[in-house]
């Protein structure tokens, strides 16, 4: 439609096109190629289908919906895998028989290929537990695409600026954490030996409460513990706090860098 | 009492001063004007009887009471709609009979009368289960009225602007919420079939454990899965920080720049 | 031990003493004046013995404490009585017999006065539920002393800047909350009757997920109603920020305010 | 490695070299020595025996495990305890014998012969609850090793700056607790003695509630109490939101002022 996409479709061979469309750093605009768009649609889907697979009685309801699916995923993500195959030769690293082969041994080729051995297998009539874990693995892949790639290795860098005060913080949490299961070791242990006969033991009520989560499947009964227990409530919310203060602007800053990189990256252009 | 109030009184014939009252945007002062006040007060209160009437204790109680006032709210919102629909003749658009039909295709023209039609066969002795419910969307009206129509865009738009990071956070709390799933089905699944046997199952209790819900009507009763679920609530602290880092200043960003737009549209006045 | 302790010993009368250690407002130095540092412990102590008396085997324990301590009160509460109604000649409002009786009906003098009747009831042998929760009101008192009073006015003012910010908030709380008690309702409402058989009964499980409290006692048990909850509790996460970084902003402009004026009061002096 | 390294090595004397790696603020370079990079992993590893030894399982499946760990923390710390007094005189104070005393009765000495007694009474065949319990300050010794003291220092002062606001806000999380507590007592206490007979009691709700744990071992069951408790709730995210507002500012502000100093320092250097 404009000129761009003019150019993309009429000065350029085959390959060249693939390669354009399927390789996410090639594509000349901003977003997803079309063709990445609907390959990362079909993962989400394909991972969608895994984790619905694990549930019996669905899989007894619809048995022959699972394997068309499967069938289904294994031939677009087979075709995928080819077309990307054959223009990796438009990088001069992946030319040739041995390029291709150079090719397939990196990263993504083999997350790709780890994409569609599971339900070649499946095919094969096997649907083992593992197998479909593996094909959760789909997911992945979709790192890879667009944006995303790079604005999670922004906020892995933010993260490393402050990973000090992110030592610190969970430093003091796990001191708080040990802290109260040992006080409620203490004085509910000989109450409640099976929740709280031990520190690891105590620790799972610890935990519950200080991230304010709270099952309520272990609580104090004493009043010395449940006294103890209302302060490590109060304790787990500044226990919140610190981190919650530095991953928050940890996480914005390093949105406003990506930003700031792109426009300028945009603008060298 | 002050001089635009003698404005609205005076010099309008009763057309007009309709029109002045009931238009949210036709109100030349800040704020609701007195009728559209009353009219939000009424909308509440029918809401607040469509949500108590669905307790068939409080009907058994006061069969009469309900009656009585879905009679009143009937005669009170039909009184309104009509008298907008006369009102209407005051915007040139909806001049006349053809008018008066355009403006009753209006978005906000058949919301008002889909708060009226459901009391209507109330009266006509029907009072169905999704009868209640359709009371319900009278709610829907208030958000017409006033500067909140105004502040609801403004959000709407602060929350486009940061699209990216909130899909990004999502993205991250959903990978997280599948990861932890998994990992419990794994661990769990043998010892607590009905609850850990599959992932979409285990998916219950991540969800309870990420957001620090922690209903506790499912908990991991083996060590390893104790450990996880440690760490998952831990990394649930995470998950809440970023998503409400970016809400908050989405937030008040937006009220920040609404403030502005206020004022500089008053000086313009 | 500093100049201006000298004076206040030195030169004054023992009306004057008494009125610049008794009334907050008098008191020339930054902080408490030691007298009503003392009356605020008592008053925690009074307040603290209200709540344990409450409890019927502490009661059982220690009859005689509780009668002592109440005697105790009743006393040191009369005599501070007794000099703030003394001290209160001071002020030219309050002079003589007439000016005590008006300084009787002031605001913080009934409030003292509410703090020694129940005491004095109690002495005769009563000692019922109403008078207890009055012994509560003791704290209130409080709130009359040093910087307290001056910083909660100063927060009050700075929500009341906020107001639309807040109202907005819990108006999308409310819709949330009445949205997600209507779908449970539509959808659990069968299976559990009576835990999702109403939309007021819906409620209950509705405020306990999206303020993330998460009791347990109601949960969904539907595949719908358990997703449906998923997403409420994601959305109690946004429902939490929003109102979250409006308060939180609100209490550190207000306390940053309060610090300016105390500043340039200061130098004023 | 680096001419800092080289000086180190080649320089002193082995007592000089003790005292620059043992002593933290003795390193010449930013971090901590390998030696207390060793004891630190070491005082994580002995505190982490000391947890998982009150587990009488754990105690039971591997008695020698834990009866030859405890030996080689013995032996290790005793040590590095003997090095350490070794080194201490380096330290014009702690020359001599008399010196060797002074150090003795400095507060971290006694803390890492604290560290070590109880293994040695360990070793003597007793192994009580306190015995495990003291083990567990061992953890204090961490406190002392590199960045951390002076982090935590930062943080002290930065909470003592902010702490009237903090005051502030646990003076409004008390009246929240009180005011709600009574509140359930008034309208609970009758249809739940057990749970809502007594203000202190119902404290135990209030404090679950209010921090959002909500464990859901006492939950209000009359409709008064439910919207009593909702209330509550609703109150308990502007509870959380003051404080984390205040801590989380505290906090960085601190840090930005630790590493402004630490930067400053460099220089200087």
Request: charged share 20%; proline share 4%; with cysteine.
């Amino acid at each position: 439609m404009d000129p761009a996409d003019e150019e993309v479709g009429a000065r350029y061979s085959l390959r060249q096109r693939l390669y354009l469309h399927l390789e996410p750093t090639a594509w000349p605009r901003t977003g997803l190629s079309p063709a990445n768009l609907v390959i990362a649609v079909l993962i989400v889907f394909a991972a969608l289908l895994a984790i619905l697979e694990t549930e019996e009685t669905l899989r007894a309801d619809a048995p022959r919906f699972f394997q068309y699916a499967e069938f289904l995923i294994l031939l677009l993500f087979s075709t995928e895998y080819m077309a990307r195959l054959y223009a990796a030769g438009e990088d001069p690293r992946y030319r040739g028989v041995l390029g291709r082969l150079r090719y397939m041994r990196t990263w993504w080729a083999i997350v790709d290929l780890l994409a569609i051995l599971p339900s070649l297998v499946t095919m094969g009539g096997q649907n083992t537990f593992l197998l479909r874990l593996l094909k959760l693995l789909r997911l992945l892949r979709l790192s890879r695409l667009g944006r995303f790639s790079r604005a999670w290795s922004a906020i892995a860098q933010a993260v490393q600026l402050r990973s000090f005060e992110l030592l610190l913080s969970f430093g003091a949490a796990g001191m708080l954490l040990i802290l109260s299961s040992a006080c409620l070791y203490l004085v509910e242990g000989g109450e409640q030996p099976e929740a709280f006969g031990s520190i690891p033991r105590a620790l799972w009520w610890s935990v519950a409460t200080l991230t304010t989560v709270g099952y309520g499947d272990v609580t104090p009964v004493t009043a010395l513990g449940r006294i103890l227990a209302g302060i490590t409530a109060l304790a787990g919310i500044g226990l919140i706090a610190l981190p919650t203060g530095v991953l928050a602007s940890a996480f914005s800053d390093a949105l406003r860098r990506q930003a700031a990189h792109d426009r300028s990256g945009q603008r060298e252009e």
